[in-house]
Structures are given as C-alpha cells and as structure tokens.
C-alpha cells in the first residue's frame, strides 16, 4: 500500500472511484506477498502490482466490474509450473485477491481516513470479510486505544470504525486486529458467525499498517552516509547518529529522517527501540563502541551489526566481557557487519549491510537461488514485516 500511497491519496481527495485488488493469501511461490495492492479508478488507469505482471491483465477486468457494481469478490489465481508461461503465475504459486469498490463519497472517505493514518505513520489495521458466514467486503478498521482516534470505540481496548456484521465478530477480530498490528503481520483468520474461536464460519483478512522499522546507524562516516541511503530506500525510518558536530550534519546526511548529535549509548538509551529495530555500529572506536553495544544488547533489536575486521571484533569481544556482556547475549553481535560480497567501496559495503539485515529479517540462506532447492520466496521471518 505505501509504494501507491500518493497516488490513492489523491483519487480520494479528488473524488475519483476506484476498486483496490488486494493480495490476501500466497500459497506456494508467488512474486508479492499478502497485502499487495492494484488501483483501478474510474477512469481505467492502474496503479500498483499484485504478481509483477502475471495476471493483472485478467485482474484489471475484475476490478472494472466490482467498480461497475457487481459487488467484492475474491478471485484466486494458480497454474502448475509446466503451464505456468502459458497463463496464470510463472512462478507456479497461486494467490487469493480481494477485489472491493469504493466508489460512494462515503466509501472513499473511509479509505481517504486509513490512508491519512498511514500517512501519518500511525499504527492502524483494516479487517475485511473475505467469505463465510458475513458479508463479503464487510470491513473494519482498528486502531490502538492509545493512537488518539476519536472516531468511536468498541469496549476498552481499542478504537474501532465499521463493523463485520455482528457484535461479537467485531469484537473478536478487534482483540486479534490489535494482536496482529503489534506484531506487525497481516494474515487471514478465522471465526464463527458472532465471533467464537476455533471455527471455520467467516474467514477474514487482517491487515496491519504498522509504522516503518527504524534503522539506527552510529558513526557519521562514509559507509554510513551510504547505509543511510539504502536504509531510507528499503523503507526503514534512519536515525544517524554521531557526538562529533562536525561530522553528524544534515548536509551530509541528506536522506537520513533525523541526524542526532549526542553520545551514542546516550542517544540509544533514551530513544524507542522495538523488535523491528536494526542497529548498525559503524563507529570504530572503542570508547563509542562498548558503551554503545552494552546499551544495544538490553535492547529487543531484531539486527546489532558492528563493523571492524575479525581482529577488531575480537579484540571487542574481550572489552564487552570485561565490561559484563555475557556470552548469550554476545552471540546478538553480526560482525564483521554484513555479508561476504566482495564489497570495496561505502555503496557496496553499504549493499553488503542490507542485504544481512533482509536475510536475518527473512531467514534465508545468503547463497545463490541456484544452488537452492524449494520455495524461492520465504513464507515468513520475524516479527516486522511491513
């Protein structure tokens, strides 16, 4: 959704109908994951992708007749690997897309409402009925109860618009829409017709718009300008970080959301750090460096990466135990930082530092696809997918 955030912002405000496809389940390999979004307004232009280009042709057809009035739908798409060039996904996967209109001024208010949120980078998640026993598009948006929504409330634990159909629906995919969004995962879950658990009546699709991960990066040197950069393209929010005024400057750190001068293991410890956080240590110094990573080893952080050479790292190593770091939390550290890619210059030791940090997030493997067997796209990795 936020790669066609402007572009679904402005329809709105312009007051132009339009259907959004969304991505609701992947099973097998499949080229976007759930919560890929197409546009089609009114006047058939088409923004966003849900396969990359494999079946958004048939897709863009369905979305013309839900925008005419033919009611939400979810279509499924899927074709075996030996017919996949023929039709359908060329990767052999299938995936299920909601397909739903907003075409009233009252429809695209509520969507206008949502996009602002994420604008806004405010946690909000949108549940919407996919099948079963409620009816299909039915939709609910759920916010924490501390994210300041005035919009109206359902029981005391969070801040609900719109509902599923019944009271008890609503409020068990409340409770779970709340779950999900601190976890930041979007899935499909499943209910009884007035909310009971561990039934199959009504499937509903939970998805959570979560506010982007941030990237911390101490040390305000080259690599990190260029860490900076990639950060902010992966859509990490980038704090830089550095004491020295001289070097933590905006001039030089143009991409960067914010650039703090202040002690590192100062600035760390009185900032939020959540398990989305990625750390990366580009200090070289140890008077930075151990105070900075016994501050960043108390933190839940999903990536610590410190930059140095092996003889560095291990001569670091003996500072943090003397300091009091023990050797389970020690195991935390990725150093020497990123992967073994022959990089030379900041932008590819920079490209090297991303891609561990989607490697730790996805768990995969840091070898070539080719010498692989299976699944090329990973079905999950922890929490912080966005």
């Not at 609701?24 to 058939?44: C, E, L, Q, T």
């Amino acid at each position: 959704m936020r790669d066609i955030l402007p572009d679904l912002r402005a329809r709105c405000a312009d007051g132009v109908p339009l259907a959004l496809a969304t991505v609701v389940a992947v099973h097998g390999s499949a080229p976007r994951d759930p919560g890929a979004v197409m546009a089609v307004d009114a006047a058939g232009t088409v923004v966003g992708s849900v396969s990359g280009g494999c079946v958004e042709g048939d897709l863009y057809e369905v979305a013309r007749e839900v925008l005419a009035g033919a009611g939400p739908r979810v279509v499924s798409y899927g074709i075996s690997d030996d017919e996949a060039f023929g039709v359908g996904l060329t990767c052999g996967g299938t995936i299920e897309v909601l397909v739903r209109a907003y075409a009233t001024a009252a429809e695209r208010a509520d969507l206008a409402a949502v996009l602002d949120l994420i604008a806004a980078d405010l946690p909000v998640a949108e549940a919407t009925v996919l099948s079963g026993a409620a009816e299909t598009g039915a939709r609910l948006v759920v916010r924490p109860s501390d994210a300041g929504a005035a919009t109206g409330t359902l029981g005391s634990e969070g801040l609900a618009t719109g509902t599923l159909g019944s009271e008890g629906l609503d409020a068990a995919v409340t409770a779970d829409a709340r779950g999900l969004l601190a976890q930041g995962h979007s899935a499909i879950q499943w209910y009884g017709a007035q909310g009971q658990r561990r039934m199959q009546e009504v499937a509903v699709f939970v998805r959570t718009y979560a506010p982007p991960a941030r990237m911390l990066v101490f040390g305000a040197i080259d690599h990190a300008a260029a860490t900076a950069r990639i950060g902010s393209f992966l859509g990490y929010r980038v704090t830089v970080c550095d004491a020295r005024p001289a070097f933590a400057t905006r001039e030089r750190f143009p991409t960067a959301d914010e650039v703090v001068r202040a002690w590192p293991h100062t600035y760390l410890a009185s900032t939020e750090v959540d398990a989305r956080t990625v750390i990366c240590v580009l200090t070289h110094d140890p008077k930075f460096d151990v105070p900075l990573l016994l501050a960043a080893l108390r933190t839940p952080a999903a990536y610590i990466g410190v930059m140095g050479s092996r003889r560095t790292h291990h001569d670091r190593l003996a500072r943090l135990r003397e300091a009091g770091a023990d050797e389970a939390a020690l195991t935390r550290l990725a150093s020497p930082i990123g992967l073994d890619l022959g990089a030379r210059t900041p932008e590819e030791t920079a490209l090297s530092i991303a891609a561990e940090v989607i490697q730790h997030r996805w768990g995969g493997t840091g070898r070539p696809p080719g010498e692989l067997t299976g699944a090329i796209h990973h079905p999950g990795g922890p929490a912080g997918a966005r």
